[in-house]
């Protein structure tokens, strides 16, 4: 199985802030990683696909890059309502897909 | 607009079975693969399998094989994940998910609202 482990588990970030998250797969997965945020009680939504594709609807403030094994989320200017937990999301092998362990990202 | 909508809560005993569905709406569901993901309380997203409804073809993830089966009905645009041999590690929040594949970079893109699935004797 490809394990996905992202860094840091959590993170405390002001309004405003510049804030990046990582994600490193096991073996290369190319450019197939997905990033979702996760808001309590509620259901993961899909922020980017295709590694650095922004998918419909979410705000440009969220961009990610990377490919091969390593990956980064970042959030250019933190906005109340994007603290939340992250979590990216190999779909390299469709035969099991693997997400990362999260990662918190809390008011300062 | 599409929309994944899924069974109430449960609660079971140990040693049973629960069968959570997920009916699709607004979309071609056959056209589109679904997913399960579960998140045990405070912790993370597993993928548990998903199935192609226009195949019926299911995979599951290792961990699962033997105990989890996901269907799918496609005259009621309807999938199904039932999982067996229920224990308290298996109480979590289930969600059914839809995986878009254009440009070919499979993500899931719609999930459903989550059931609650409580193992307890």
């Known amino acids: 199985d490809i394990q996905m482990t992202q860094s840091p588990s959590s993170l405390s970030a002001s309004v405003g802030d510049r804030v990046t998250i990582t994600c490193r797969a096991s073996q290369s997965i190319s450019s197939y990683l997905n990033w979702y945020q996760q808001k309590p009680g509620k259901a993961p939504k899909l922020l980017i696909y295709a590694a650095s594709s922004l998918q419909s609807g979410v705000p440009s403030r969220f961009s990610g890059s990377g490919s091969g094994t390593d990956f980064t989320l970042t959030i250019s200017s933190l906005q109340p309502e994007d603290f939340a937990t992250y979590y990216c999301q190999q779909s390299y092998s469709t035969s099991m897909y693997t997400f990362g362990q999260g990662t918190k990202l809390e008011i300062k | 607009q599409v929309q994944l909508v899924q069974s109430g809560a449960e609660v079971k005993k140990p040693g049973s079975s629960v069968k959570v569905s997920c009916k699709a709406s607004g979309g071609t569901f056959s056209s589109y693969a679904i997913s399960w993901v579960r998140q045990a309380p405070g912790q993370g997203l597993e993928w548990m399998g998903r199935i192609i409804p226009i195949l019926g073809i299911a995979n599951y993830a290792q961990k699962f094989q033997g105990r989890v089966t996901i269907t799918a009905d496609k005259s009621t645009s309807t999938a199904y994940m039932e999982l067996s041999s229920l224990r308290s590690e298996d109480t979590a929040v289930y969600y059914c998910?839809?995986?878009?594949?254009?440009?070919?970079?499979?993500?899931?893109?719609?999930w459903g609202q989550g059931t609650l699935v409580t193992v307890s004797s």
């Open positions: 998910a839809r995986e878009c594949d254009s440009s070919g970079y499979e993500r899931f893109d719609y």
